[in-house]
């Protein structure tokens, strides 16, 4: 018997029994805090960025259109507070700049339109995606969206909302238009 054979053969074995039983390992990475689970719509397309408002949320439910509406208002909350952020920082930036002695009076009334323009339906909101998962085990369904709007078209929507609001003065209305034309401008200028 040669050995040396025998001993290349058993490895050509072993390799070839490894080489099947990898496939069946698990691909997702298991840590001490659990497997690495991939959600639909992430990554840079579903994020805001300079043109684009975006949110995404996730709801659970054993009834499908209750999953779906959780999800709906996880993604919609999530796209009012990114304007609501970017506002609260573009009105502190411009009233730091100008020294309006009515500073806090214009803030807190651009906010109150920001809250009521985001408590609106919105004509320009898109969903971007929208996917269902059931675990058969438990019966629940897991909703999954996606919506995005123009970070233009919202800005002219509330500069709508500013001029037709009866709760805002004719100073403040006029400051609130200068802001917001001024991020319609950047937000042109970024686009092209």
Same mark, same amino acid.
């Given at each position: 018997?040669?050995?040396?054979?025998l001993f290349r053969s058993a490895?050509?074995?072993l390799m070839a029994a490894l080489l099947m039983a990898a496939p069946a390992c698990k691909s997702g990475k298991s840590?001490?805090?659990?497997?690495? %689970?991939? &959600?639909?719509?992430?990554?840079?397309?579903?994020?805001?960025?300079?043109?684009?408002?975006?949110?995404?949320? &996730?709801?659970?439910s054993v009834k499908q259109n209750?999953?779906?509406?959780?999800?709906?208002?996880?993604?919609?909350? &999530?796209l009012a507070g990114q304007v609501g952020t970017n506002m609260r920082a573009v009105t502190d930036q411009y009233l730091g700049e100008t020294g309006n002695a009515n500073a806090?009076? %214009?803030?807190?009334?651009f906010q109150t339109l920001v809250?009521? %323009?985001m408590s609106t339906e919105l004509a320009d909101l898109r969903k971007i995606g929208e996917e269902f998962y059931l675990n058969e085990e438990t019966g629940q369904y897991t909703?999954?969206?996606?919506?995005?709007?123009?970070?233009?078209?919202?800005?002219?929507?509330?500069?709508? &909302?500013?001029?037709?609001?009866?709760?805002?003065d004719d100073l403040t209305r006029k400051k609130i238009e200068e802001i917001l034309d001024e991020e319609i401008r950047k937000t042109e200028e970024e686009g092209e």
């Amino acid at each position: 018997m040669n050995t040396p054979r025998l001993f290349r053969s058993a490895g050509l074995l072993l390799m070839a029994a490894l080489l099947m039983a990898a496939p069946a390992c698990k691909s997702g990475k298991s840590t001490t805090a659990g497997t690495k %689970v991939k &959600q639909p719509f992430t990554g840079g397309k579903y994020e805001s960025d300079n043109r684009w408002f975006r949110g995404t949320g &996730q709801g659970a439910s054993v009834k499908q259109n209750i999953a779906r509406s959780k999800a709906d208002l996880d993604a919609k909350n &999530q796209l009012a507070g990114q304007v609501g952020t970017n506002m609260r920082a573009v009105t502190d930036q411009y009233l730091g700049e100008t020294g309006n002695a009515n500073a806090a009076d %214009v803030a807190d009334k651009f906010q109150t339109l920001v809250r009521e %323009v985001m408590s609106t339906e919105l004509a320009d909101l898109r969903k971007i995606g929208e996917e269902f998962y059931l675990n058969e085990e438990t019966g629940q369904y897991t909703a999954y969206v996606a919506y995005e709007i123009k970070k233009n078209a919202m800005f002219r929507f509330m500069k709508k &909302q500013a001029r037709t609001s009866d709760k805002i003065d004719d100073l403040t209305r006029k400051k609130i238009e200068e802001i917001l034309d001024e991020e319609i401008r950047k937000t042109e200028e970024e686009g092209e």
